[in-house]
């Protein structure tokens, strides 16, 4: 399917061809006789019977005929470009560059979306407070890095430390719907939030998805509280919605973060002797969690790439040595040198796979009726291009850790739920109207509102102005709504801009309208002068703020 009108086509997509080679002489030949067949099915038509059995027996045979043409030339499941990234960046600042970290510079197909996971964010109370009045320095930079090149920030979420990002191109804005964001704190016995897990889901063309980013507790000796403190994430973190109402439901989820196993029983000379010999598969056996994974029922479904880099912690800072530290004694304590672990990691588990024994029951102890049959659930296909640390990066102790994924997968929504357009040539100097019409039917709400961006806007939340659906609405009749704008409500400079339709009970962007054009207004201050305020409203208040849902 062609994207909306207006929007960039997406360069991460890309289309399995149906190309299988030649076709063989016989199939030639029977194409061949269809068409013939046809034609004389054509020919025959003027001397139908007029009996109505006989024309409604050869309707269905043609239907039948018409349904197995159209199974056959759906088109087929298309493939979708997924980069995770987990970095516990040590309560530092962001780089000057993550080119690399994001795959900027790759030749290859741009991802369709990008999923960040931060661990040990700035979170002393004064940055705290800050980061709730505004965006925190880590999503500004990941914003400003990805707005150019044509992606908007879905949603995001924040438990003092532990940060979740989730980016997406903007041709798939309006199928991806609701977005919810949920968290759980697992310090000091569940009432501190510096570790636990932070994470959202939503769904992506129909098929449901979740991310998780977790902290689980350091050091050795604590793998059975860190195995604990997951499966209570899995087992209590729960979603406003049927659907999926907990993280197992989905379809698809990619569990991720500072994980914090360690390596078991090997000493520190065996350990570094190993890495520097590039021998670590001598070191997967005891990794804690593929031994957890092997022993854990609840584990037993998550999928990971083979570790071929170097375990990721603990390292000087700005450097690829290992933990160099000089061990001082008590009273000049600088703890003892931390052993090389795979602490950063990326899983994923596909719901309904063949090793996916979460939905096994015990045998009923008698014989129950039989149930009707279920339609299958579509499937998705999850492919790992690449897991890889990126050893440039040197602003903590960690190395941060990225995933590439395909995801292969029929799309179950091909068009937008709303279709959105200015009206008209827009100026500040007179009123304006928005037209819109729903394509099929979804929960709206009085709390819906057309928001007014700049091309290239870096969230939902960037908007010039807005407008409520329902308070502004002038005109509304079985196909199409027109909204009020006010020429007060207008930017007075001009410029590119587009209107997106966001639903707050799906609580994302349902409709996108092309991009138009602003005139200038006269009474625009001339040019090199800033006006002391750009014309709009107060943002939405909490109830209309997608944010706080």
Request: contains cysteine.
């Amino acid at each position: 399917m062609e994207p909306p009108p207006g929007l960039p086509v997406p360069t991460g997509l890309r289309r399995r061809s149906d190309s299988q080679g030649s076709a063989s002489s016989r199939s030639s030949e029977a194409r061949a006789v269809l068409r013939q067949r046809v034609v004389q099915l054509v020919a025959c038509m003027e001397d139908l019977s007029s009996d109505e059995e006989v024309q409604e027996e050869v309707s269905r045979t043609l239907d039948e005929a018409f349904l197995l043409c159209g199974k056959r030339s759906v088109p087929d499941e298309e493939d979708f470009r997924l980069h995770v990234v987990t970095w516990n960046v040590g309560t530092a600042q962001p780089p000057d560059d993550v080119s690399s970290l994001l795959l900027l510079d790759s030749e290859g197909a741009a991802p369709d979306v990008y999923v960040i996971g931060l661990q040990e964010v700035n979170s002393k109370v004064l940055n705290f407070i800050s980061d709730m009045t505004f965006d925190d320095p880590w999503s500004s930079f990941f914003m400003d890095t990805l707005a150019p090149l044509g992606y908007v920030k879905l949603t995001s979420i924040r438990m003092q430390g532990l940060l979740l990002l989730v980016f997406a191109q903007h041709c798939h804005v309006p199928f991806i719907r609701d977005i919810q964001a949920s968290y759980t704190r697992t310090g000091i016995y569940g009432y501190w939030g510096n570790k636990g897990g932070v994470s959202v889901r939503m769904s992506f063309y129909g098929h449901l998805i979740c991310f998780l980013n977790c902290h689980l507790p350091a050091h050795m000796e604590y793998a059975s509280q860190r195995l604990d403190d997951f499966e209570h994430i899995l087992e209590t973190q729960e979603f406003e919605t049927e659907t999926a109402p907990r993280i197992l439901d989905h379809k698809v989820l990619f569990w991720f973060g500072d994980l914090n196993f360690r390596i078991a029983d090997h000493g520190m000379h065996f350990l570094r002797e190993a890495i520097s010999n590039k021998r670590l598969h001598l070191l997967w056996e005891k990794d804690q969690l593929n031994m957890a994974k092997k022993k854990e029922a609840f584990l037993k479904d998550f999928q990971e790439g083979p570790l071929r880099f170097k375990p990721t912690y603990k390292y000087d800072l700005h450097s690829d040595n290992y933990d160099s530290r000089e061990q001082r004694t008590w009273l000049s304590f600088h703890g003892k040198k931390r052993k090389p672990a795979w602490t950063d990691r990326i899983l994923w588990r596909v719901k309904g796979d063949a090793h996916d024994a979460s939905d096994q029951e015990a045998e009923p102890e008698q014989e129950a009726e039989p149930a009707e049959p279920k339609e299958p659930e579509p499937s998705v296909r999850v492919t790992l291009e690449s897991y890889a640390s990126h050893m440039s990066y040197g602003i903590s102790d960690h190395k941060p850790v990225t995933g590439t994924f395909s995801l292969e997968l029929k799309k179950l929504h091909t068009n937008p739920l709303v279709i959105i357009q200015a009206e008209g040539e827009w100026s500040a100097d007179w009123d304006a109207l928005v037209t819109y019409s729903t394509q099929e039917p979804f929960p709206s709400s009085t709390w819906d509102w057309i928001g007014l961006y700049k091309v290239g806007f870096r969230s939902h939340m960037d908007y010039v102005t807005y407008m409520w659906v329902k308070d502004d609405e002038v005109s509304c009749t079985d196909e199409v709504v027109q909204v009020y704008v006010s020429r007060d409500e207008i930017p007075v400079l001009g410029g590119e801009f587009l209107l997106c339709y966001f639903s707050s009970n799906l609580k994302s962007i349902i409709g996108v309208s092309p991009p138009f054009q602003i005139s200038r207004s006269k009474s625009a201050p001339q040019e090199g002068v800033t006006p002391d305020s750009v014309n709009g409203m107060d943002k939405p208040d909490l109830l209309g703020s997608p944010d706080e849902f």
